[in-house]
T-cell receptor, first 113, second 107 residues
Framework: DTGVSQDPRHKITKRGQNVTFRCDPI?????LYWYRQTLGQGPEFLTY????????KSRLLSDRFSAERPKGSFSTLEIQRTEQGDSAMYLC???????????FGSGTRLTVV | RKEVEQDPGPFNVPEGATVAFNCTYS??????FFWYRQDCRKEPKLLMS???SGNEDGRFTAQLNRASQYISLLIRDSKLSDSATYLC????????FGAGTQVVVTP
């Protein structure tokens, strides 16, 4: 499968725990994006990388959130001290350049209890 | 005010009918526009890009009006499988999504 892969598909965690999600983009795509989506809303931009450089972070990304893309390939998104409001679908997408359509992964659905 | 606004619907459409809906975007510097389709609890999937001259892809027609900053999508001969949420997207360096328009095609 040469699409965007995300792991895990589902994560249930207790409030206060840390969680980490992984995204493997399409190999020839140099841009990687993280979005968050809650019920009834469209995906909201969190951050993006061009190769290994993190070029932009949304104000939605509090200091409990950190993302890395160490070798310009896969990326991780970590949430520390999770809160119930963090419950959402976390979507990763990749693209060639910034103004082309993105390919999304299947997402990681996080539930904080 | 949201950067991309859509009528949430639902638009209830009899099978075989035509349905059309719009979205508006606030950033006049937007460079690219798209429609994505999202099925319940699935990831968004690119339906089509939107060009100023208008473009068709089978039963789907998209239009862009830069002067009025709106984008439209028209679906002809609706199929039951067209039932989904349609996300309007404007891009200025990164994709900005609307909240989606729900379409329900009924037999």
């Amino acid at each position: 499968d040469t699409g965007v892969s995300q792991d895990p598909r589902h994560k249930i965690t207790k409030r206060g725990q840390n969680v980490t999600f992984r995204c493997d983009p399409i190999s020839e795509h140099n841009r990687l994006y993280w979005y968050r989506q809650t019920l009834g809303q469209g995906p909201e931009f969190l951050t993006y990388f061009q190769n290994e450089a993190q070029l932009e972070k949304s104000r939605l990304l509090s200091d409990r959130f950190s993302a890395e893309r160490p070798k310009g390939s896969f990326s991780t998104l970590e949430i520390q001290r999770t809160e119930q409001g963090d419950s959402a679908m976390y979507l990763c997408a990749s693209s060639v350049g910034g103004n082309y359509g993105y390919t999304f992964g299947s997402g990681t659905r996080l539930t904080v209890v | 005010r949201k950067e991309v606004e859509q009528d949430p619907g639902p638009f209830n459409v009899p099978e075989g009918a035509t349905v059309a809906f719009n979205c508006t975007y606030s950033n006049s510097a937007s460079q690219s526009f798209f429609w994505y389709r999202q099925d319940c609890r699935k990831e968004p999937k690119l339906l089509m890009s939107v060009y100023s001259s208008g473009n068709e892809d089978g039963r789907f027609t998209a239009q862009l009006n830069r002067a009025s900053q709106y984008i439209s999508l028209l679906i002809r001969d609706s199929k039951l499988s067209d039932s989904a949420t349609y996300l309007c997207v404007a891009s200025w360096g990164k994709l900005q999504f609307g909240a989606g328009t729900q379409v329900v095609v009924t037999p």
